[in-house]
């Protein structure tokens, strides 16, 4: 550790804002190129490298804005605060990120980056304004970071981005395998191709197999909107609450998470606790986000904008709920 110093960001590389200039910034001439266009949600959507994107900059978008190099760490500095990302491809990005280039020798980026990902909260935390939360350059220069020689660094990131590959190839695996089952689902439910269908009688009366019955949704599910909650009542810890950010790829993000005072959810929001296999979806926003809650994200507070989902009839399995809510014919009613 007697290796180990403190140093400015600028000190271990160079900080840059993104770059672009042109007002408006929804021009239409802008966009439609070959050139990737990272925006903040994109970066929040990345794990470890971001090769993803949603918009793209044409001639005219790269001649107003700057064309990065992989290898760049980028930095969320407005809207999703100090969320990070390295380049896996050259692309453009806006002044509301940061990019960080690491001298030659003297820093690792993927170091730098996990360090923005332990410290995360205490960034946002030095943002908070009256009106927006902002991440200015200057403010994010005015920290210091700790770092061991370069060779530690590599050391350490190479740990860690190890056990990245590891859940990002998980992930693939449980999405792959949940992909398989809604297939399952709707060949069942929704073709009903379920096995022996050849030779199961259909009832005329409600065009459904023998023994199979129609019921409102509301006698399977008991639902729960989440409260109204305001900045006012985030806690640094305490109890998490779930919101639609947090949400991601079916899952919940536990390192996105704000929390509420542990004596104010006893008082006030007992009543929105998630329990274990509750499932939740989005109301506003990207519509129909679903995630199910597991024993290892308790305890978690629902928020507003979601709804909570829970099975009251024993009859019917919390999985088959989950498929139905994530099939296309549900989705494409809530679009």
Known sequence: MKEWQYYKLDELGTVRRG???????????????????????????????????????SEAG?????LWEPGTLC????????????????ACFP?????????????????IKYYFDIFQKTFQQISQGATQDNLSAEKLLSMKIPAPPLPTQQKIASILSAYDDLIENNLKRIKLLEEMTQITYEEWFVRMRFPGYESVSINLSNGLPEGWELLPFEDLVDFKE????????????????????VIKDGDVDLQKVQYLHPEEVHAKYQHFLL??????????????????????????????SLIRMRKKN?????????????SGFFQNKCK
Not at 314 to 326: C, D, N, V
């Open 19 to 57: 770059r672009s200039r042109h007002r408006p910034r929804n021009a239409p001439h802008l966009y439609g190129g070959k050139y990737p266009f990272v925006q903040t949600a994109d970066i929040k959507a990345a794990n470890l490298y971001l090769t993803s994107y949603t918009q793209t900059y």
């Open 62 to 66: 790269l001649a107003q804005s700057k």
């Open 75 to 90: 930095i969320t500095i407005a809207a999703n605060i100090a969320d990070t990302a390295i380049l896996g491809i050259p």
């Open 95 to 111: 002044d509301s990120v940061i990019g960080f280039t690491p001298y030659e020798g003297k820093s690792d980026a993927r170091y």
């Open 226 to 245: 989440g409260p109204g909650l305001r900045n006012w009542q985030y806690r640094n810890e305490g109890i998490p609450f779930l919101n639609i950010r």
């Open 275 to 304: 329990q274990e296999n509750d499932h939740v979806i989005s109301t506003s926003g990207t519509l129909g986000r679903l995630t199910t809650i597991r024993k290892c994200h308790l305890p978690l507070c629902l928020n507003t």
């Open 314 to 326: 024993e009859r019917y399995g919390t999985w088959l709920i989950k498929h139905m809510l994530s």
